[in-house]
């Protein structure tokens, strides 16, 4: 398949477009997404090919907007809610958690919400709204929740979510909107929600992460490789359901996992990795399994305890050390 | 004086059809929320609309609007009663309408985010160009919530097609709505989103109805929202074993002189329209009507622990679009 090498939003955004050329049904809503071109340039474009019919700036006024996209659907059209950061998410939670996930097992499949919201959490160069909520949606039933770090997975899931008939929760990084560019196949590139992805294979160690936290695993397994060891970088991609599958295939391999995110450790979704390989591959294990994310206080503002605050990857690094005492 | 008698005998007959609906449902649940003099404003509201309108009715009467709307007493009492047969198959609180005949569903049991769905049924209705159109109606409390002005503002400021209906019964629970807001009539909040606010006798259903369907012509004319107040009264406790000992007998006892289905038989008869023998008809079949559909109902089978639907999740299955 012929391929373009481009930025992780321009990958998202050229998954939107060609949804939105595929299906009259999906039109895009948010905060200043019509001709600011979106938050950090989240829809650039759009407007200009799809204009006042297809793109809705709303006010400021997340619940509302994520009730209107339930009605809409329900009503058989395919929303994409852009809440511009993780943030505000608060501000939508009866609609996101109470309400929209529920639909489709309380009528029995006779209504769906094929809802996909796109926000964008994680450290940035913007240093902004960087609150990283995934975990409370994951514990959600009804929701799917995917966190891609490469910009064809997010083309691939992008394309995936607005075609799912269930609302999706997408949450884009940050720091990789324009700080990763790479490869994007042309065209219909699906990526499969539900399905991990091996980054980089390895027999010593599984280091299981999410968005940047992928890249950082990637440094780290880089650097282990000049001392022979052989880290499996595991990118989960979607984060609800989980890939137990996958996770559990990569762990019987290597014996050992660690679990890099960006969120808070303590309630992250890191512990629901660590618990189902726990449960279901403790035969597996060599070591027992260690978590990699932000330490348990609010996000601060300043750099210097901004930096403090994030895990990078010499934590990652320590981990993988941490599990490597342990021998076989 | 009765402008269009078949119109208004057949509200008569929805009306007491639903009071004959719930007083079965409050003895048969204590948790049950009773509709009792409220009976105008849904059916004022939902009556005359087009199969292709949206309705979402608030919780407190919302029943006859899923009959008004084509679902049979047959198939609304299973749902009550918990039968596997009911449309929610025991997952939903109450009971619900099947989304086919576009009656929106009471998703959870919170108040408010109803308003801004209904208002996304609009924005469907307007995005498709079609002149359909949608009617929400819910209590005095659920107007103090954020979802309300989030979801006025955004479909006035949109002018979607919707009709937004404020059934106040003066209570929110135990919470009198003098001591919830400082404004004299809700309709005034209506000034605040820039579409016109109308406050109706909630115990009137022929002025009820009068206003929601010039709400509606206005509406579908691609005129934007209206705001309706239809003051109203909550004859009983929240729910069926609330005695409501936290309100006044004097205020009970004002409100019951001014029952909705009373009023409206009074003007019936005095415009010769309906006879007292064709009252008391109307009553005794409704009754008569509802026994019948809950006994057959209570012969339908009972919810299995596989009904949780574990499987059921989820439309579009992992792994692919």
Not at chain 1, 145 to 150: D, G
Not at chain 2, 244 to 261: K, L, N, T
Request: proline residues 7%.
């Amino acid at each position: 398949m012929p391929a373009r090498r481009m930025t992780f939003v321009e990958a998202l955004v050229e998954g939107i477009r060609e949804e939105m050329r595929r299906d009259p049904n999906v039109f895009v809503l948010g905060q200043d997404i019509g001709p600011f071109g979106g938050s950090l340039r989240s829809t650039l474009g759009l407007w200009e090919e799809f204009g006042p019919a297809r793109i809705f700036d709303t006010p400021i006024s997340e619940s509302a907007a994520a009730g209107l996209c339930i009605g809409a659907a329900l009503e058989g059209l395919r929303p994409i809610l852009d809440i511009s950061f993780g943030e505000f998410l608060p501000s939508a939670m009866p609609q996101l958690v109470l309400h929209a996930p529920v639909v489709h097992w309380l009528t029995l499949g006779k209504a769906r919400v094929p809802l996909t919201i796109r926000t964008k959490v994680g450290e940035g160069p913007y240093g902004g709204h960087p609150q990283c909520f995934e975990a409370w949606f994951a514990h959600v039933p009804g929701l799917k929740v995917v966190m891609p770090s490469t910009p064809a997975d997010a083309k691939g899931l992008m394309k995936s979510a607005i075609r799912d008939d269930d609302p999706v929760l997408f949450f884009e990084h940050m720091y990789l909107y324009h700080g990763v560019r790479d490869m994007v196949p042309d065209g219909e590139h699906l990526v499969p929600i539900g399905r991990a992805d091996v980054k980089r294979p390895g027999k010593d160690v599984t280091v299981a992460a999410t968005a940047w936290m992928v890249h950082r695993a990637l440094q780290a397994a880089h650097q282990f490789a000049a001392e022979g060891v052989e880290v499996e970088v595991l990118d989960l991609r979607t984060l609800a359901p989980l890939d137990v599958a996958g996770l559990l295939a990569s762990v019987r391999k290597t014996g050992r996992l660690v679990v890099a995110h960006e969120a808070w450790k303590i309630g992250g979704l890191g512990a629901e990795v660590a618990a189902t390989v726990a449960e279901q591959g403790f035969g597996y294990l060599k070591a027992p399994v260690v978590r990699v994310g932000a330490p348990h206080t609010p996000v601060p503002a300043h750099p210097t305890i901004r930096r403090a605050f994030l895990p990078d990857a010499q934590d990652v690094t320590n981990a993988v050390r941490a599990v490597l005492k342990y021998s076989a | 004086m009765i402008e269009d008698p078949k119109q208004g005998l057949a509200m008569h007959r929805w009306m007491v059809l639903s009071r004959a609906l719930d007083e079965a449902c409050c003895q048969e649940s204590a948790h049950w929320f009773p509709s009792r003099g409220e009976e105008a404003v849904p059916v004022g509201t939902f009556y005359g609309l087009r199969p292709d309108d949206v309705c979402a009715p608030g919780d407190r009467g919302s029943p006859i609007v899923f009959v008004m709307r084509g679902v049979a007493l047959t198939q609304v009492w299973p749902g009550a009663l918990g039968k596997r047969t009911g449309f929610g198959r025991g997952r939903h609180f109450s009971f619900t309408a099947p989304i086919e005949l576009r009656v929106l569903p009471y998703i959870a049991g919170d108040l408010g985010p109803i308003i801004s769905q209904a208002t996304g049924t609009a924005f469907a209705q307007k995005y498709r160009k079609s002149d359909a159109v949608t009617a929400v109606s819910f209590g005095d409390g659920t107007s103090n919530r954020g979802d309300f002005h989030e979801a006025v503002n955004l479909g006035a400021a949109w002018r979607l097609p919707i009709v937004y209906v404020i059934q106040n019964n003066h209570w929110a629970i135990s919470m009198p709505l003098e001591k919830a807001t400082a404004a004299k009539r809700l309709a005034d909040r209506a000034i605040g989103y820039g579409i016109p606010g109308v406050a109706v006798d909630g115990n009137d259903v022929l002025a009820v109805h009068a206003a929601v369907q010039e709400a509606v012509r206005r509406a579908r004319a691609g005129h934007g929202p209206t705001l309706i107040e239809a003051e109203t009264f909550r004859m009983r406790g929240h729910i069926a074993a609330d005695t409501a000992s936290y309100r006044s007998a004097a205020q009970v006892e004002e409100w019951q002189g001014r029952d909705p289905i009373r009023r409206l038989e009074e003007r019936l008869l005095a415009a010769g329209v309906l006879s007292a023998e064709e009252a008391q008809a109307v009553w005794a079949e409704a009754a008569q009507e509802v026994g019948e559909a809950k006994a057959a109902a209570q012969r339908h089978p009972d919810i299995l622990p596989t009904d949780l639907g574990l499987d059921e999740i989820f439309s579009t299955p992992l792994g692919g679009a």
